[in-house]
């Protein structure tokens, strides 16, 4: 029993050992043209973000403008 724990164990520490010497095969070149597409389709999306902090901090300051009841508003129509 001690024998196929220890081979079980052995054979993971193989498979991860595999995986991750393959994750790493790809060229710099092949790397670095995957890193410049995902910074390319980040960079679309930041006008969108600008737009919505502006659009949020509109909402802020309209939310900002509206009264609030006050307690004794509120207790007053309520014992009337």
């Known amino acids: 029993?001690?024998?196929?724990?220890?081979?079980?164990?052995?054979?993971v520490f193989a498979?991860?050992?595999a995986a991750q010497t393959a994750a790493s095969s790809a060229s710099?070149?092949?790397?670095?043209?995957?890193?410049?597409?995902?910074?390319?389709?980040?960079?679309?999306?930041?006008g969108n973000t600008q737009a919505t902090a502006a659009e949020q901090a509109k909402n802020v300051k309209a939310s900002t403008e509206v009264t609030k009841l006050?307690?004794?508003?509120?207790?007053?129509?309520r014992m009337s």
């Open 28 to 46: 710099p070149k092949e790397r670095q043209s995957a890193v410049q597409s995902a910074a390319q389709a980040t960079a679309e999306n930041s």
């Open 70 to 77: 006050s307690l004794t508003s509120s207790n007053d129509e």
């Open 1 to 11: 029993m001690n024998k196929l724990l220890v081979a079980s164990i052995a054979g």
């Open 15 to 17: 498979s991860v050992i």
